[in-house]
Every structure is written in structure tokens, then in C-alpha cells.
């Protein structure tokens, strides 16, 4: 689909001989795989130092739908993992966290051999996760591009203007880097997407029988081509079963032809390929799904299937919250590009006929937009969003946008970097400038400031504990489940904040650091609509509603089971006034012995989504405990 080479400038013709092409060609092929490797490389290590700058905190499932589970995997059932409601009900596939139980294994088995003081042991187990999803990271950014030099040509302008976007984009460089499986997600999406016959939807030359008609499966490597897009979209699908919009909507424009130009290549025999390949390689990649389900979870489960019954039957996704009809249309998309929002919307709306020289290419550009719309739109008609969940989205904007942002900075002058369609030189570069300013200011705040205390207080928390109990900072074995045997210390810190408003184990990381949170299950023994379900309130709200009641009555009880006193208190600073109320000399917890004393806090960032985590976060010692 790349344009072919540029005619030499002066004007004069090219003599090379046929020795001499076929000579150059070999060099020609070698260049372009050295750069293909050389940029992967080098967007790993970008992502890596991406990855280790982070240290701020987004949302609870980049913990607890990855990490929490991987670390009990590896480290076993007396790890102090918390497992959450979700993996008790299988609403999870135990692939995404599978996969960062390799990096803690291969990690924690390295440690095993050398001799390093506590918390470089514990530097190594919170990056381990951290070297895993720059890897994907860095592969999301390298598909893309790859997507787009496949679409727009190799060298051009316009492919390197969408890799240039994803390295740019700060919402990017927030959020790619975290153990979502959405950002899983978009990696085995974009990786689909770039294995992709999108010659399915090219034009059929006159003049061509059937048997040439069907060689977009003739080519060398194109069924294993289709076989990997196959296997990336299955596993995208059973990682998240809305991800199917995407491949439903492309599906549905290479049958019915809607908007595409030309004729289809689209022939029987181009249809038995595609039904035996899906067959195959979505039964591989549901096989493997559920085999490895049933070892993780003791029994035969289908998580996809759990998930749809969570969210539409039973209609429990709306107690985590709920938006407007409209959000990702105008919160998600300006939130996700950015700056470059203005030429994502323009690239789904539109497209410019000389855009590519491609037919092919120009209808795969429409199908993409189809994609995005149609995806868009009815998870619209989802009450519970957040803008995580479009984020495979993402790089398919980056590569809408491409045509028009490139068209918008750049123009072809004599002199300036080379492509397959001549030199080019920037336009507009005071625009420029100010977008890259803006975008590294928000991409700073928002990973190293914004909400930046649920991780520093972990921090804070694990080396008063290295402080005060040095001889118990051992680590299980990896993948050996050993049962606890020894006198458990005492209650190391209890949260009260917001349900999973921090980490846990995987930064809280030694066992023997005991330590306690509020909780938020859902009803789920409720129905739909239920009485029972409107009157029910979480554990968490309880305490917010009236937070010396929930202390009296249910953390500490006169009558009846009452739950350990902590050696530090971990909380928003707007819950002291009730802490000192409950333990004040009139308070019902008078009679505790506790006498608090603010040892730690952190600022929080210039805002917050919720007014419950308004102020500093803080740590106050309770004074019940000797420091050794």
C-alpha cells in the first residue's frame, strides 16, 4: 500500500541496472528491519523510564484485577493478597494476571539466589509489574505505527505522525504504563489490527478470474498474517467481551460493503479461509481460556460469560456509578487525544480523498472510524463509564488523526527528513510548540502529583514497617504455598478511606505487614430493583455517613466481636475531627488508650472526583505500640 520511490529531484533519469536493483534490494529490506527493530527498542525504553515515573493513582482495577491476584498466584493463599468479590464470582480471566505472575516468579526466583537487604528485595517485586507493562506499552505504540506505514506508506509523514502522537500524548504516557486490562486490551487490539487482511476490502481488478480475485490469501504469509489477527482479537474478546463492537463492526462493512469504494475481492473461496481460520484459531485461543480458568479458579468457568451476567443481567455495574448518555462523545475522546482531539474527530468524520493512494487503505480507514462510532455509541447506552474503557480506542484515533494532523504541520519542502513522498519541513511551529508544552505539563502533573498519596503512603508504610520489625521481612517462595505458622504481628495499619482507595499487597509486599480497609461488595444477593438493593449501603459509606457511629458500633463495640486496634490510622484529613471526637476523653473509645499523633501526609493534587478524598491524605499513630 506504500507509494513507490521518489523520482530523482534533478530531474534526470535513474540508470540503474538490473544487477544493480536486485543488489540494493536485499539492502533496501535489511535497512527497513533494522529501523523496525531499532524503534521497538527504543520505544521500550522510553516506556520503561515511562513506567518508573508514574507514582500516582488512577483506579482501583489497575491493582485489583491484576496485581492483587498475580501476587497470590505466585506467592500463595497466606501472602496477604487481597482477593475482591470479583474473582470469587469469576468475573475475571486469570490470563491478564497471569501474565504479571511470570515477572513477580521471575523475579522472586532470582532473589532467592542472591542476598539483598529487605527493601532492594521489595524495589525489585514493585517494578517487576512495572518492566512487564512497558513491554505491552511500548507494544501498543509500535503496532500503531506499523498500522499506519501498512495504511498510509513505509517512511511517510503521516505514519510517523501517529507514532509521534502516541509517544506525545499525555493521557498515553498516564495511563499506558498501568496493569489495566484495558491497556492489554489495546495492545492485543492494535496487534489484531495490524495483522489484519485489510486487502478484504479492496478493489477486485477487471480483467481477473476468481482464482486471482482470492490472492489476498495467496500472498506469502497471509494466512499466518490472518491466523495472528484471529488469535489477538479472540484473546482481546475474552479479556473483555465488549471489545467485540470492533471486530462486528469491521466485519460488518467487508460483508455488506456499506460506504466502501470499488468492488469487493470478497469470493467464496476468500470465505472458507476466513470460516476455517476463525474456527481454528478462536477455538485455540477459547481452549486455552478456559484451561487456564480452570486451574486458576479449581473448576470449569466461563469469566466472559460471568461478566455479561454481572453488567447487563444482573445490572450491578451502575453501584460503582453511572454517567451521562453523552460522555464519551464529549468527555472520553477530548480526554483521551488531548491536543490532538480536533483531527481524531475530523479523521472520523471524515476523509480526504487523496489521503493515501491506497483503495484498500482508504476503505480500512473508514472501517477503523466505523469501528470507533459504533463502539462509541453503544457503550453509550452503558450506564456505568469511565474513560479507561474506550482506551483501545486510542491508537486507532492516533492513526484518524494521522492524515489531517501531518497535512495540518507539515509540508514538503527541498529540504527536511526524508520519506517515500519527498522531504518535509513543519509549518505552524509555534502550534506546535505550545501543544508539546501542554501536553508535558499534564502528562507531569498527572503522574507525578495527582493523586500521588495512596501510592506515597504505601511507600511510607512499608519502611516503617522494615524500621520496626527488620527480622520480619522474609518473603514466601515463589509458587511454594507454605501454611502460616508463625505468631501473626499486630494489626501494622487500618484504612479508613474510600474502598480500595490505595494498592495492597503489591506495595504493601512483606506478609507478616498486616493491615485492614474498608470494603464496597455489591448486593449481589439482591434483584434488580429490589427493595433490599436501594436500602443496602457498603461498608464504606457506612463509616462516611456517620463516622463515629460506624466506630462505635461496628469497628469497636461495647458488646460483641470487636476488631483489632491498629498501630497506625491511614485516612483523608476530613475523617480527624471524628477520629479525635471517638478517642477524646468523652468519646466512646475513651476507654482504648489511644492518643493520636499525626506522623505522615501528603498532598493530594488540585482536585479530586470524589470529596470524600478532598485534603491531605495522613497517618496517625495510635501510641498503643513500642516502636521494636
Not at 391 to 399: A, D, R, T
Not at 430 to 458: E, K, Q, R, T
Request: a negative charge; glycine letters at 6%.
Amino acid at each position: 500500500m506504500a507509494t513507490g520511490e521518489d523520482a530523482p529531484r534533478d530531474g534526470t533519469a535513474a540508470a540503474v541496472s538490473g544487477n544493480d536493483a536486485s543488489e540494493t534490494r536485499p539492502v533496501q529490506q535489511d535497512t527497513a528491519a533494522a529501523q523496525v527493530k531499532d524503534a521497538l527498542a527504543v520505544l521500550f525504553a522510553f516506556r520503561l523510564v515511562n513506567a518508573l515515573c508514574v507514582r500516582t493513582y488512577f483506579q482501583p482495577d489497575e491493582y485489583f484485577q491484576a496485581l492483587e491476584p498475580a501476587w497470590q498466584l505466585v506467592f500463595g493463599p497466606d501472602s496477604g493478597a487481597w482477593m475482591t468479590w470479583e474473582w470469587e464470582y469469576r468475573l475475571r480471566s486469570s490470563l491478564h494476571p497471569g501474565i504479571f505472575a511470570l515477572g513477580y516468579g521471575a523475579v522472586a526466583n532470582y532473589l532467592s539466589t542472591i542476598s539483598l537487604p529487605g527493601h532492594y528485595r521489595a524495589f525489585a517485586l514493585l517494578a517487576a509489574p512495572k518492566v512487564v507493562q512497558a513491554g505491552l506499552a511500548a507494544l501498543t505504540d509500535w503496532f500503531a505505527w506499523r498500522l499506519a506505514e501498512k495504511l498510509f506508506g513505509r517512511n511517510t509523514a503521516t505514519a510517523w505522525s501517529v507514532l509521534l502522537m502516541s509517544v506525545a500524548n499525555p493521557w498515553q504516557w498516564y495511563c499506558s504504563t498501568r496493569t489495566f486490562s484495558n491497556c492489554l486490551e489495546a495492545t492485543l487490539t492494535i496487534a489484531a489490527l495490524h495483522y489484519f487482511p485489510w486487502d478484504l476490502l479492496g478493489l477486485v481488478k477487471s480483467g481477473k478470474d476468481e482464482a486471482q480475485a482470492a490472492e489476498v490469501f495467496q500472498k506469502s504469509g497471509s494466512v499466518n498474517s490472518l491466523r495472528l489477527s484471529i488469535v489477538f482479537a479472540a484473546f482481546a474478546i475474552l479479556l473483555r467481551p465488549t471489545n467485540a463492537l470492533i471486530w462486528a463492526a469491521i466485519g460488518t462493512l467487508a460483508m455488506t460493503r456499506l460506504t466502501m469504494d470499488g468492488d469487493s475481492p470478497f469470493t467464496f473461496k476468500t470465505g472458507l479461509v476466513l470460516i476455517r481460520e476463525s474456527l481454528l484459531c478462536g477455538s485455540f485461543a477459547l481452549g486455552l481460556s478456559l484451561l487456564a480458568d480452570a486451574q486458576y479458579f479449581g473448576e470449569w468457568t466461563f469469566p466472559p460469560l460471568n461478566w455479561l451476567n454481572f453488567n447487563i443481567a444482573q445490572s450491578l455495574a451502575i453501584f460503582y456509578g453511572q454517567n451521562d448518555w453523552h460522555y464519551y462523545l464529549s468527555q472520553g475522546i477530548t480526554l483521551s487525544c488531548t491536543t490532538v482531539s480536533p483531527f481524531a474527530v475530523m479523521g472520523l468524520l471524515s476523509f480526504r480523498e487523496n489521503a493515501t493512494a491506497s483503495l484498500a487503505a482508504k476503505n480500512a480507514f473508514k472501517a477503523l472510524a466505523f469501528a470507533v462510532l459504533i463502539t462509541i455509541l453503544t457503550l453509550s447506552f452503558i450506564v456505568h463509564k469511565e474513560v479507561r474503557f474506550i482506551y483501545p480506542l486510542l491508537p486507532i484515533l492516533h492513526i484518524l488523526a494521522g492524515p489531517y494532523i501531518s497535512s495540518f504541520f507539515i509540508v514538503p519542502q527541498a529540504d527536511g527528513i526524508p520519506t517515500s513522498r519527498g522531504a518535509v519541513g513543519i509549518q505552524r511551529k509555534p502550534l506546535v510548540v505550545v501543544g508539546l508544552l501542554v501536553n508535558i505539563v499534564i502528562a507531569a502533573y498527572l503522574s507525578y502529583f495527582h493523586s500521588a498519596g495512596p501510592i506515597l503512603v504505601m511507600d511510607q508504610l512499608r519502611a516503617d514497617f522494615q524500621r520496626i520489625h527488620p527480622k520480619n521481612l522474609t518473603m514466601p517462595m515463589p509458587f511454594v504455598y507454605a501454611n502460616e505458622t508463625a505468631e501473626p504481628l499486630e494489626l501494622f495499619a487500618l484504612f479508613l478511606t474510600p474502598c480500595h482507595a490505595t494498592p495492597w499487597r503489591s506495595h504493601l509486599v512483606y506478609p507478616a505487614l498486616r493491615a485492614r480497609a474498608l470494603t464496597c461488595d455489591p448486593p449481589l444477593h439482591t434483584a434488580p430493583g429490589s427493595a433490599e438493593r436501594e436500602a443496602y449501603v457498603p461498608e464504606d459509606r457506612r463509616f462516611d455517613d456517620d463516622k463515629v457511629g460506624f466506630l462505635a458500633n461496628e469497628l469497636w463495640p461495647v458488646n460483641g466481636k470487636k476488631q483489632e486496634l491498629p498501630r497506625y490510622i491511614v485516612g483523608y484529613e476530613g475523617i480527624e475531627p471524628a477520629l479525635q471526637e471517638y478517642f477524646g476523653a468523652n468519646g466512646p473509645g475513651s476507654d482504648k488508650g489511644v492518643v493520636l499523633k499525626q506522623t505522615w501526609s501528603a498532598w493530594n493534587g488540585l482536585f479530586t472526583d470524589d470529596d470524600r478524598k478532598s485534603g491531605e491524605l495522613r497517618i496517625w499513630d495510635t501510641g498503643l505500640y513500642s516502636e521494636a
